[in-house]
Each structure stands twice: as structure tokens, then as C-alpha cells.
């Protein structure tokens, strides 16, 4: 069973930035699309972008607008999300997922069949 293990969340000043993490112990993530959602207090989940297998393609929501950058590193089996210039509206537990690229891609919740349990993130004014 793939169990995916993000970090890196922590408490940021309003402009700051922060590098979110994802891992999997004890399988490659070479073969997988990568996504991250967050949920936000008060709002529905909602999708933050994706990565495919080999990290030529990004999708991100619009919400974004260039602040945030997905990238991988086959090499550590990690992927990473660059958080810059975050909002308070940004707070929030940010959530890595995967699937087999060959099932799915896109920035849509029902493509992903394996969730990590989310990394927080707290943005202060």
C-alpha cells in the first residue's frame, strides 16, 4: 500500500514562503502524477496543481497566479511545492496525492486513489 508523507508545513509571516514536501517510504513515486490539494477553514477541499511522472507538465488552479511551483526529484523520491508571497487566505492543511500515471491526471480530487495525512500550514498577519 503506497502511503504518501508530506512535511515542510510551518507558521509564515504574510509574503513569506515555505517548500512543502512529499515522500513514500517504501515505494517509487517515478510512475505516479502527483497532486496537492488543501483544505482551507470554512471552504471546500480544493485542488492547489499537479505533476506528471516525469515533471515536464504542471497544471496549477487559478487561484495560484505564478506563486506556487511544483517540481520533483526522482533521485530522492520527493516532490516539492514552493509556497511564495502566501496570503492568510492560503492557511491551511495542504495534502499530497498519487496515482498510476497510466489512470489518471489532472486537478480533480476523484483521479487521486492515495492521500497523505497533510502537512499544515499557518500564514500569521
Known amino acids: 500500500q503506497l502511503r504518501l508523507v508530506e512535511s515542510g508545513g510551518d507558521v509564515v509571516q504574510i509574503g513569506g514562503s515555505l517548500r512543502l514536501s512529499c515522500t513514500a517510504s517504501e515505494f517509487a513515486l517515478d510512475d505516479y502524477t502527483i497532486g496537492w490539494f488543501r483544505q482551507v477553514p470554512g471552504k471546500e477541499r480544493e485542488a492547489v496543481g499537479c505533476?506528471?511522472?516525469?515533471?515536464?507538465?504542471?497544471m496549477y488552479e487559478d487561484f495560484v497566479k505564478g506563486r506556487f511551483t511544483l517540481s520533483r526529484d526522482h533521485a530522492k523520491n520527493m516532490i516539492y511545492l514552493q509556497l511564495n508571497n502566501l496570503q492568510v487566505w492560503d492557511a491551511g492543511v495542504y495534502y499530497c496525492?498519487?496515482?498510476?500515471?497510466?489512470?489518471?491526471?489532472?486537478?480533480?480530487?476523484?483521479?487521486?486513489?492515495?492521500w497523505g495525512q497533510g502537512t499544515q500550514v499557518t500564514v500569521s498577519s
Open positions: 505533476i506528471n511522472s516525469d515533471g515536464t507538465i504542471t
Open positions: 496525492t498519487a496515482v498510476e500515471k497510466r489512470r489518471g491526471w489532472g486537478i480533480v480530487a476523484s483521479v487521486y486513489d492515495y
